[in-house]
Nanobody
Framework: QVQLVESGGGLVQAGGSLRLSCAASGRTFSTYAMGWFRQAPGKERELVGVIDWTGVSTSYADSVKGRFRISKDNAKNTVYLQMNSLKPEDTAVYYC?????????????????WGQGTQVTVSS
């Protein structure tokens, strides 16, 4: 069993930065691929970025490439999303999720665990 708790959201001006954290409980965290999703009001949930269990392979949505970076610290049971050059359109609730396979994220399969989400608001 893995429980995920996000933190680090808040209000930031356009062009600013935030770092989201997702702390995981459970001894098997290091074996999971981790990802960040976001959902804005009236919009579908979007996969923002995903990282494999080793922390080596990553993939990003085109809308955030070059601005966001996902990383994983297995020693701290934490996955991070560094968000730079934020835009108002990045405003959303951000969720982290865990799955046994990196491909589960990329192919839209059901994921194993979800966090409760953290609000990110970018003002213009």
């Amino acid at each position: 069993q893995v429980q995920l708790v996000e933190s680090g959201g808040g209000l930031v001006q356009a062009g600013g930065s935030l770092r989201l954290s997702c702390a995981a409980s459970g001894r098997t965290f290091s074996t999971y691929a981790m990802g960040w999703f976001r959902q804005a009001p009236g919009k579908e949930r979007e996969l923002v970025g995903v990282i494999d269990w080793t922390g080596v392979s990553t993939s990003y949505a085109d809308s955030v490439k070059g601005r966001f970076r996902i990383s994983k610290d297995n020693a701290k049971n934490t996955v991070y999303l560094q968000m730079n050059s934020l835009k108002p359109e990045d405003t959303a609730v951000y969720y982290c999720a865990a799955a046994r396979s990196y491909r589960d994220f990329l192919e839209g399969y059901e994921l194993d665990y979800w966090g409760q989400g953290t609000q990110v608001t970018v003002s213009s």
